[in-house]
């Protein structure tokens, strides 16, 4: 079983700072356990903000995850630190998640 369907099946539980500043959730494509990354950082206003990129920090469009959920609803889960729905939503689509860090 690829890293992938692992994760599919045992959703990890994320452990996230309370009230934390920035997020990172790291995930695993679908297609050949490639690792990519949604980065949430909080802006001036004390909103989250998404943003996504891959192992060589190049930045990838968010259409490309395929998740059921938009961006808006990622970062306003993000913002009332519900971070299960987070999950469920990146999980929507075409990558699991594997892991958490935050400050």
Known sequence: MNKFA?????????QVKQGAREVIIKVVSSMCDNVHFFHFKKNAEGDFKLSTY???NI????????????RQDLEWDADDENWSAV?????SGVQAVESARSR
């Open 6 to 14: 692992t994760l599919r099946t045992n959703v990890p539980v994320l």
């Open 54 to 56: 891959n192992s060589h």
């Open 59 to 70: 930045r990838m469009a968010f259409s490309n995850y395929q998740t059921k959920v938009t």
């Open 87 to 91: 999950v469920n939503g990146i999980n």
